[in-house]
């Protein structure tokens, strides 16, 4: 069954510091993974794609990671600003003409 | 990237009227749109995908005479929530799909802004 499973759950960090979100899937067979964010009431925003030839995309503040092989991702978040408080999604696509697969999220809150 | 409207953002109806919800792609042609519906802290959970000139493919447990989904051109898709009550009150986003024939990533999805429907 095609999965993805996001950690933690919730995250609460300091204004400043940095991040770091996980991403484990089961989809197959692979295309692309995508990570989101999404602020409250608001559709998600596309911050990075990656596909199984690519290991890391930047994004501003913004780093992504996948190692195809273990199927795993991270999103890594550095100096950390109020604003980037939202949640923020991974998503997984199969090849062919298949749903997206969504994880749940992370609801990351940055506090002055 | 992409552009993908969605209209209105929020919309307040009383029980038992329809509301129409749409759905544009603004510089891009979709031949598939795709209908999520999303709780309070929940992640997004697919209600329909739908092929611009077909009939929409509903999710189990998706009623199709309820949300009623129309795709007439490559550019725009709209839900139709019939009768709506207040356990449809809901958090709605539209999506649509561009095939990348070249250069590999497959297919992309872009999102619309979503729209809040709150039902008294």
């Known amino acids: 069954k095609n999965q993805v499973e996001q950690s933690p759950q919730s995250l609460i960090i300091l204004e400043g510091k940095n991040c770091t979100l996980q991403?484990?899937?089961?989809?197959?067979?692979?295309?692309?993974l995508r990570w989101y964010k999404q602020d409250t009431g608001r559709g998600p925003v596309s911050l990075t794609i990656?596909?199984?030839?690519?290991n890391t995309k930047s994004n501003g503040r913004y780093t992504a990671t996948l190692d195809a092989d273990t199927k795993q991702s991270s999103l890594h978040i550095t100096a950390s600003q109020l604003s980037d408080s939202a949640s923020y999604i991974c998503?997984?696509?199969?090849?062919?003409?298949?749903?997206?697969?969504f994880g749940k999220g992370t609801r990351l809150s940055v506090i002055a | 990237g992409a552009v993908v409207s969605q209209h209105p953002s929020w919309v307040i109806c009383k029980s038992g009227t329809s509301v129409k919800i749409e759905c544009r792609s603004l510089?891009?042609?979709?031949?598939?749109m795709f209908w999520y519906r999303q709780f309070p802290k929940q992640s997004l959970m697919l209600m329909a995908t739908s092929n611009e000139g077909s009939k929409a493919t509903y999710e189990q447990g998706v009623e199709k005479d309820k949300f009623l989904i129309n795709h007439a051109s490559l550019t725009l898709s709209t839900l139709t929530v019939t009768s709506a009550h207040p356990e449809d009150s809901s958090f709605y986003i539209c999506?649509?799909?561009?095939?990348?024939?070249?250069?590999?990533?497959?297919?992309?999805?872009?999102f619309g802004a979503g729209t809040r429907l709150s039902v008294l």
């Open positions: 510089d891009f042609q979709a031949t598939t």
């Open positions: 991403c484990n899937y089961t989809v197959s067979p692979f295309s692309n």
């Open positions: 999506s649509a799909r561009v095939i990348r024939l070249a250069g590999g990533g497959g297919n992309i999805q872009y």
């Open positions: 990656m596909t199984f030839s690519e």
């Open positions: 998503v997984v696509s199969a090849e062919g003409n298949t749903p997206l697969v």
